[in-house]
């Protein structure tokens, strides 16, 4: 049986996974002996005009370009090749989480894989051939139609020999393909170094996401973006690359048959199979009886077992439905909690398993600022920090809609006028009244397992080893309001906190005294603050904290708690302002050596110093400068406070009821118009945006008030 994901996201918090020898490196095998495969192009259909390798391999290269695909979840399509490739860096984590033995990326086979000048597949013996896959999406709100792999190209699925984990590793920016509609199928030297470094950070920070095991360097490659810039590819894999938006398109085509097929696949060769779904919650549970946990809920379901009360009745695909939206709950709580921004969260980069995937314009928070969007183009802020959660609800109902019709059919599922024939009209109502419930229902559960993942991250945070209700307003929101008022640096400030002794902060002035600490080297910041205030507001925090503190590890040493707390909270983590200057170094001054050092630092974020260079290594984890920080710029926070129309901009983009259209069943004219919000407000799904109403949302809602009642009335209008 191939190998596949575990029912929940693996990993120890500490970027650890499999199983360690010696240097911490598993035995591993070479490239020619670990196994592989192709199940997702053996299970699913190809593109009707490549139906074989051989039919690919022998068609001219440009006759793979752009182009619409029909009836298909990939195209054989093999790398461009590329001429004189430098190696830059190797990931020693992604090579030991692969199954690959240490030593082995310096093989010339290793370096003409990476780079795209071998395949594993000859028209003689066969083997593996290099796919792109098909897919489409929502962006900014819009329906975008066909996308697919512009410029990633799939080599071949491989199994880890000592976890039995599957992934499968495809390189980026090797050469156009029929989805590359107007790009060049390239990549650059700079977003590569980025996404290289953040894949491999995010994963030793415990967060789910696709990895990156090299980066190479394309020198006679010269790509036209806003100015000629070096090429190159990284090889990137993860246990599956399909997206949201690969069942986006499918609906948007009415191709249901397909639609079906592909979810099975998730169902059966993703994830662990159907019996690993987890089971309906009884919320609240019945007359007598204890609800299963909604952080672990029942498994084990026969496939087709039925259950849920009459018009809510569940049956696989809806049980399918809830592992995704579980597993993407816990990924957004991740971002929250470790301040960590996409950027550009459509749902062709959304993950059917809860990766984080495709990394653009991407940021770690620096001052705790919950408007901030490193996406210089998302004017309106969709994918600001504070709306995160909202939308990847947002295009988990887009994958609701796309399963809705399955999942609305209930126990009529696999009958055969239905699976043959499709929907009667008279089958029709009761099976969108059934699916609506489902989604609603299902979106409870999102927000449940979002907060308490959470909850559970930020207690691990501030050191608390047991939670309280009252935690969530009495440390994280005041928290994170102070922070903000302050101008605190968000990450910095827990890596500090981190190093302190209780025996520093019994008193107010101690605390008083102590705050410092958290302040920037220009001192204390925020519109009306003063050095007396910003001290007096920080020990009034630390003295509740040192309270929650004594209470959980009173018969434990102040340094274990410190230590706990250490490896919970990241003394490096790869910002913006520090991947400028390594792109610089490496692009600009020929500089090879920084990469490692990065990378290593990327791997090990918790320790207190690498011992490789200790200026760069404190320059890295200190105070970020000044004018290099990210935040959202002061002119847009003067927009939001003083113009009305502006405010009411965001607030549309905000907004917190229900974020979806009645479904339709496999209703191509849906996809022709942007998504807008639901007329039928009854069944809010509301989502936090932040654990708190911040005073900036506030000034929104005031200053939009009447705006927004105007709005809805537009928006009932067209609906």
């Not at 997702?40 to 490549?50: G, I, R, V, W």
């Not at 990394?359 to 998302?378: K, L, S």
């Not at 969709?382 to 295009?395: E, G």
């Not at 039928?680 to 506030?698: D, F, G, I, Q, V």
Request: charge should be neutral; include cysteine; hydrophobic fraction near 35%.
């Amino acid at each position: 049986m191939a190998a596949r994901l575990s029912s929940s996201h693996t990993g120890d918090g500490n970027g650890r996974s499999g199983n360690w020898v010696g240097n911490g490196h598993t035995a591993g095998v070479s490239l020619d002996d670990i196994p592989k495969s192709s199940n997702f192009t053996s299970k699913l259909p190809p593109d009707p005009a490549f139906e074989t390798p051989e039919s690919s391999h022998n068609a001219p290269r440009e006759a793979l370009g752009p182009r619409l695909v029909k009836g298909a979840l990939f195209t054989y399509v093999r790398p461009e090749t590329t001429d004189q490739p430098e190696l830059l860096s190797v990931s020693p984590r992604a090579l030991r989480d692969l199954g690959l033995k240490e030593g082995e990326e310096k093989s010339a086979q290793f370096r003409d894989i990476v780079s795209g000048n071998k395949i594993f597949w000859t028209l003689e013996n066969g083997g593996i051939y290099p796919w792109a896959q098909c897919y489409g999406g929502w962006q900014f709100g819009s329906w975008a139609g066909q996308l697919g792999d512009g410029r990633a190209i799939s080599l071949f699925e491989s199994t880890n020999p000592v976890t039995k984990i599957r992934y499968e590793v495809q390189i980026k920016g090797a050469g156009r393909t029929p989805y590359s509609r107007f790009a060049d199928g390239k990549a650059v030297l700079r977003s590569s170094i980025r996404e290289y470094i953040v894949s491999e950070a995010l994963n030793a920070l415990g967060i789910p996401t696709t990895r990156a095991l090299s980066l190479v360097l394309l020198p006679n490659s010269k790509v036209i973006r806003e100015r000629l810039e070096p090429g190159a590819i990284v090889t990137r894999f993860a246990e599956s690359w399909i997206r949201i938006g690969t069942f986006d398109l499918l609906r948007s085509r009415g191709d249901r048959n397909l639609t079906r097929k592909l979810a099975t696949y998730v169902a059966e060769d993703v994830l662990p199979g159907w019996e690993s779904l987890p089971a309906a919650l009884s919320l609240p549970a019945a007359h007598g009886q204890d609800p299963p946990s909604v952080d672990t809920p029942l498994r084990g379901v026969p496939k087709d077992a039925i259950q849920g009360g009459e018009g809510v009745e569940e049956n696989r695909f809806t049980r399918l439905y809830r592992e995704i939206v579980r597993r993407n709950a816990k990924t957004v709580a991740a971002w929250q909690a470790y301040g960590f921004m996409n950027g550009v969260l459509n749902t062709d980069n959304t993950s059917i398993i809860g990766l984080s995937l495709d990394y653009g314009p991407f940021a770690f928070m620096d001052n705790f600022d919950p408007q901030y969007t490193p996406n210089h183009d998302d004017h309106l802020l969709r994918y600001s920090y504070k709306n995160q959660p909202s939308v990847i609800w947002w295009n988990l109902v887009r994958l609701g809609e796309s399963l809705g019709e399955l999942m609305g059919a209930g126990d009529q599922v696999d009958d055969e006028v239905f699976v043959t024939k499709g929907v009667t009209e008279e089958f029709g109502k009761t099976l969108v009244q059934r699916a609506e419930k489902l989604i609603g229902n299902i979106c409870e559960e999102y927000k449940t397992v979002f907060m308490n993942e959470y909850k559970r991250l930020m207690s691990a945070r501030l050191g608390l080893k047991t939670r309280k209700e009252s935690d969530f307003e009495e440390l994280f929101s005041e928290l994170l309001d102070t922070l903000e008022a302050l101008e605190l640096d968000f990450n910095h400030f827990f890596r500090h906190l981190s190093g302190i002794s209780l025996a520093d902060i019994e008193t107010d002035e101690q605390r008083k005294a102590i705050a410092s600490i958290f302040f920037h080297k220009e001192g204390v910041g925020g519109l009306g603050n003063t050095e007396e205030s910003a001290r007096e507001r920080i020990s009034k925090w630390l003295s509740s904290w040192r309270e929650r503190i004594a209470e959980d590890w009173a018969a434990v040493t102040d340094e274990k708690r410190q230590k706990a707390m250490k490896a919970a909270n990241p003394k490096f983590l790869p910002r913006s302002w520090v991947l400028d200057e390594v792109i610089q170094r490496v692009e600009n001054k020929g500089d090879r050596k920084i990469l490692d050092r990065i990378i290593h630092m990327a791997l090990n974020p918790f320790q207190d110093g690498w011992d490789l260079n200790k200026d760069e290594e404190e320059r890295f984890c200190g105070d970020v400068p000044r004018y290099q920080r990210a935040t959202m710029s002061h002119e847009k926070e003067k927009d939001l406070k003083t113009d009305p129309s502006f405010a009411q901009s965001l607030l549309e983009q905000s907004a917190i009821t229900k974020p979806w259209k009645t479904i339709t069943i496999c209703s191509p004219e849906h996809y022709k118009r942007a998504s807008g919000y639901t007329k039928n407000t009854s069944k809010a799904c509301k989502m936090p945006w932040y654990p708190h109403l911040r005073a900036e949302e506030r000034i929104l809602r005031e200053s939009a008030a009447a705006a927004a009642a105007a709005q809805c009335t537009r928006h009932n209008e067209e609906d």
